[in-house]
């Protein structure tokens, strides 16, 4: 069932990438091949229960989601764009341990992954429910995993909780 769930879901969204472009047979062939190996390869980890995926209040939190990253990823943008023109460079990199309330390996890779894409952290290592995040302004207490957690993550969480579990 979970592999034809993420078949379906994979063959849709190369649907939805491509019809725009023109409807050759074997673009619709290929969608359907790499959409048949995506399912036999990674549908074993595609979900527990699958069929959760298709929930209405899941897709709402995950287009709620959208504009929060691009927030998040717009002042870490400008963040790091300040401190690499500042004459002084006001640069303290660290790494430091993230506490994550998510429970699912797909919602965790999901945070880690929103972490890694706003500039100026980088996951590097995910244990249980500490995520070793590399940080350009680590502060003073750099050690405080409750301040990292706020200061990192805790945004990205409010949202993935509720769109993964």
């Not at 969204?13 to 790499?34: C, E, H, K, N, R």
């Not at 249980?128 to 940080?135: A, N, P, S």
């Amino acid at each position: 069932m979970r592999r034809i769930v993420l078949f379906v879901f994979a063959y849709g969204l190369w649907l939805l990438l491509t019809l725009p472009s023109g409807q050759d047979w074997p673009v619709f062939v290929a969608g359907g091949v790499v959409a048949v190996l995506t399912a036999i390869f990674f549908g074993g980890e595609f979900s527990h229960r699958p069929l959760s995926f298709l929930n209405p209040r899941r897709w709402f939190w995950g287009i709620l989601y959208i504009p929060v990253f691009l927030w998040h990823m717009l002042v870490a943008n400008l963040d790091v764009a300040f401190r690499v023109l500042h004459p002084d460079c006001p640069v303290r990199p660290g790494i430091v341990k993230v506490r994550t309330a998510l429970k699912t390996d797909v919602a965790r890779a999901f945070l880690a992954n929103s972490i890694t894409l706003t500039p100026g952290t980088m996951t590097i290592d995910i244990d249980d429910d500490i995520l070793y995040v590399h940080w350009i302004d680590v502060f003073e207490d750099g050690e405080n995993i409750e301040a990292n957690t706020k200061a990192i993550a805790a945004d990205f969480e409010k949202y993935l909780r509720r769109i993964f579990e």
